[in-house]
């Protein structure tokens, strides 16, 4: 009895394993970036904002919503149309394939945004800024040189994809400069079965290369 007892005691005192935070489960703090998700920490520029991370975190969401209920297409072909209606009128018949095919849901997380003056979205166009995300490999893009890769062929190059050490890891690099004028400078690194991404966009060649003095802070736990 009392060898029950203490099992039972032991059982009431025991806690659960906390759970894995989320892949975009991220924070900034003053000046300083942390990804509980990846476990990494990187200084933003002194004085910059960053997107609220209510906000960006609905907005990953948000895209996830979208590839799971795709929004009704006015513009459906007739013959498809035209299938719907008959499945509704007869029930019983067979039109078309029995399980529709879902769309796969995309596993990229936007990690931070961050300029200036703040931005209002993850998709803002403000320069300079600042981008960080996770991308989910998949078997067109599985390393980093793949991605910095897709990044050449979108602008003219201003450094070819080349590979660099940076707190420990090895990261692949690229620079571009988009029609129109910005500058784009794109870090990316693995982690597990994700890319990690640090893009830097900016007006100016200088000013580019100002705002990447700070990928010297990036650490990884």
Known sequence: MVFAMSLFAAAIGAEEPAAAPAPDAAVVKGDEFE?????????????????????????????????????????MPASKKQSQVQKKSDPTAIVGPKRPIAPGI?????????????VDSVDSAVLPRINIWANRRIPAIDNPRDRARVLESLGNVVLPTTLVSLAGREFARVEVLHAGGPYHSLWVTSAGDYLIGFEVRSASDSELQ??????RSVRFE
């Open 35 to 75: 990804s509980m998700g990846f476990k990494f920490h990187y200084q933003l520029p002194r004085g910059w904002k960053a997107l609220d991370d209510a906000k960006r975190v609905a907005a990953n969401q948000q895209l996830r919503d979208e590839y799971a209920h795709p929004v009704y297409n006015p513009s």
């Open 106 to 118: 995309p596993n990229n997380f936007s990690l931070m945004v961050a300029s200036p003056n703040g």
């Open 210 to 215: 100002a705002l990447l003095e700070t990928m």
